[in-house]
């Protein structure tokens, strides 16, 4: 049981370019998120998926987009990367996405843009 | 909108001693409250959670009551160890919703 994966782990941009940001869960769990954390701040969410077929915006979605490719599958990408988008990127995953329940989270994708 | 706000860090101690990390929230509704630990390189894990007014959350010797008239959720253990050391956040997540508000996260480094 793997839990929450992320893909790559660490990655370098030039400006302009663009890139997928890959997660999956084996949980079976139907939410899932997409979270960016900068230094000496507290994480905010991008992105998240109640459940298959749905996605919502959270706080911070300029300059990204997400698809929830099925259920263990729900992906970041970055049309065309900023140097203010320089983060770590987190997913995490719940099973309904209900208040009480606790969130699952990957390990991180470090991304850097120059 | 709804807050979480920590206290500063970062926080240094000695092994054994006593750990206070204050947490205090804003709010509407009846939001349930979080405590996440990261250790250095890896993503957030819980720590304990409380869900109602008057809960005590509780794990590996931390614990944090939902205070409801102050507002507050602090996180205390009674004698850290150096493998305690790492980021410590405190959030809350409202029933039905889809998303969580973390604090800024507090440091915490244990000395031998």
């Known amino acids: 049981n793997a839990g929450v994966t992320q893909t790559p782990k660490f990655q370098v941009l030039k400006t302009g370019q663009s890139m997928t940001l890959q997660c999956a869960q084996d949980?079976?769990?139907?939410?899932m998120y997409w979270y960016r954390q900068d230094p000496g701040m507290g994480l905010r969410l991008i992105y998240y998926?109640?459940?298959?077929?749905?996605?919502d915006k959270g706080e911070v979605p300029n300059g990204y987009n997400v698809s929830r490719l099925n259920k263990r599958e729900f992906s970041l990408r970055l049309e065309s990367a900023a140097p203010s988008q320089t983060s770590v990127y987190f997913c995490?995953?719940?099973?309904?996405?209900?208040?009480?329940?606790?969130?699952?989270f990957g390990p991180g994708t470090r991304l850097l843009v120059l | 909108g709804d807050s979480v706000t920590q206290m500063e860090g970062p926080v240094t101690l000695s092994e054994e001693a006593f750990l206070t990390i204050n947490c205090t929230y804003t709010?509407?509704?009846?939001?349930?409250l979080f405590w996440y630990v990261q250790y250095p390189g890896e993503g957030l894990q819980l720590l304990l959670k409380?869900?109602?007014?008057?809960d005590k959350g509780s794990n590996k010797g931390f614990e944090a009551t939902y205070r409801k008239e102050t507002t507050s959720f602090h996180l205390e253990k009674g004698s850290v160890q150096v493998s305690d050391s790492a980021v410590y956040f405190c959030?809350?997540?409202?029933?039905?919703?889809?998303?969580?508000?973390f604090g800024d996260g507090t440091t915490l480094t244990v000395k031998p």
């Open positions: 995490a995953s719940s099973e309904q996405g209900q208040g009480q329940e606790t969130q699952y």
């Open positions: 949980m079976n769990h139907n939410s």
């Open positions: 998926s109640a459940s298959e077929g749905t996605t």
């Open positions: 709010a509407t509704g009846y939001p349930s």
């Open positions: 409380a869900t109602k007014a008057d």
């Open positions: 959030a809350l997540r409202k029933t039905n919703a889809g998303k969580s508000t």
